[in-house]
């Protein structure tokens, strides 16, 4: 078996189409996702993001925030940030050095307060202070990718036009053999391929509590995961077996 790669590389595009599939997706591995994400399904109920918010700018920010860091470890900072910058008036003329002191926990700070400040001046100047509800507005904000689009309009508008891929779904999507591509918006076509579209939105967090819970980064645990039967990667990821 070819190495798999773990990780999601940190150089991504931002595009506002789903990328062709780049492996090659026969009905028999159609028909292998199809399974993956009905036992996904059962298993985690009702998907919801782990990130707390209370309307589409604060999950917008939220899931900015949340790049290389836990959306633990963004849910510790945002209670304070809304409530002296909850909406993008007032988030769009803060002054950076103290964005910077209230996020700094979430790493990368400098950054994503360029990141939050810039999207919330956009929102300002182009959307009315509103989210906007297309991919191709959203994508055009500094800091916002596929990924995060993706969350917010599936989310907060029920609009579903791909497949938010982060590291954990980065990763499931190679262990268990539904691409093999390097980039994040190559494995996302990918995974439209695998799947029916009423499934997209919520196989992110299905993926994701699965990555959480049992195919962690370091030790999936095979042996009691209830995908062995359908995974290619089964007892070969790291060796390690949980018996
Ligand atoms: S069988 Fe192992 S590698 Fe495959 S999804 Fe389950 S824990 Fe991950």
Not at 7 to 26: D, F, N, T, Y
Not at 32 to 47: F, M, T, V
Not at 160 to 173: K, N, P, S
Not at 202 to 224: E, M, Q, S, W, Y
Request: net charge positive.
């Amino acid at each position: 078996m070819p190495k798999q790669p773990h990780r999601l590389p940190q150089k991504k595009l931002k595009k506002s189409r789903i990328a062709a599939p780049s492996a090659c997706h026969g009905e028999a591995q159609r028909e292998r996702g199809r399974a993956i994400s009905k036992r996904l399904e059962a298993h985690y109920g009702d998907p919801r993001p782990a990130l707390t918010y209370r309307n589409p700018f604060e999950l917008l920010i939220a899931v900015i925030l949340s790049a290389q860091t836990t959306d633990e470890g963004v849910n510790r900072v945002t209670p304070i940030l809304f409530k002296h910058f909850g909406t993008a008036e007032a988030l769009a003329a803060a002054d950076p050095e103290t964005i910077e002191e209230i996020i700094r926990p979430t790493g990368f700070f400098r950054q994503k307060t360029k990141s939050v400040i810039a999207t919330s001046q956009a929102l300002v100047a182009e959307h009315s202070g509103k989210v906007p509800e297309t991919m191709d507005e959203l994508v055009a904000l500094r800091g916002v990718a596929r990924k995060t689009a993706n969350i917010v309009l599936g989310t907060c508008f029920g609009i579903v036009e791909g497949i938010a891929v982060d590291t954990h779904v980065f990763r499931l999507a190679h262990r268990l053999g539904l691409s093999e591509a390097a980039d994040a918006n190559r494995v996302e076509g990918d995974l439209c391929a695998c799947l029916e579209r009423d499934r997209w939105y919520r196989v992110n967090f299905d993926l994701i509590t699965h990555g959480r819970r049992v195919c962690t980064a370091k030790k999936p645990v095979c042996g009691t995961c209830f995908l062995n039967d359908l995974c290619p990667a089964a007892f070969t990821t790291t060796g390690w077996r949980a018996e």
